[in-house]
């Protein structure tokens, strides 16, 4: 079994700083894209920034200049820094990554459970 477990959320004033982190834990061989996803109250799912086994980053046009997203490929962890935050990035942060459990598998995709981040004064 493989779980993502996010931390690092919590409330913050506009324009204040917050780290999120992701760790995949269980039976893994390795990771490989993984990425933050988010959602506000009343709004679907959305991508707000994916960064693949090699490095390669991809970001939401709403939170590119203000989000860095990064890795940890042994520890099988992924980071997101938001800085500049606004009231509008308020919203459940999910985890999501592609597992390899075994050899001679497919790779499997997965979620955290969610981790909660306010934007507010």
């Known amino acids: 079994q493989v779980q993502l477990v996010e931390s690092g959320g919590g409330l913050v004033q506009p324009g204040g700083s917050l780290r999120l982190s992701c760790a995949a834990s269980?039976?893994?061989?390795?990771?490989?894209?993984m990425g933050w996803y988010r959602q506000a109250p009343g709004k679907q799912r959305e991508l707000v920034a994916t960064?693949?086994?090699?490095?390669?980053?991809n970001y939401a046009d709403s939170v590119k200049g203000r989000f860095t997203i990064s890795r940890d490929n042994p520890k099988n962890t992924v980071y997101l820094q938001m800085n500049s935050l606004k009231p509008e990035d308020t919203a459940v942060y999910y985890c999501?990554?592609?597992?390899?459990?075994?050899?001679?598998?497919?790779?499997?995709?997965?979620w955290g459970q969610g981790t909660q981040v306010t934007v507010a004064s």
């Open positions: 999501n990554a592609d597992v390899l459990r075994a050899l001679g598998t497919t790779r499997a995709n997965y």
């Open positions: 960064i693949t086994r090699g490095g390669s980053t």
């Open positions: 269980g039976s893994i061989i390795a990771t490989y894209a």
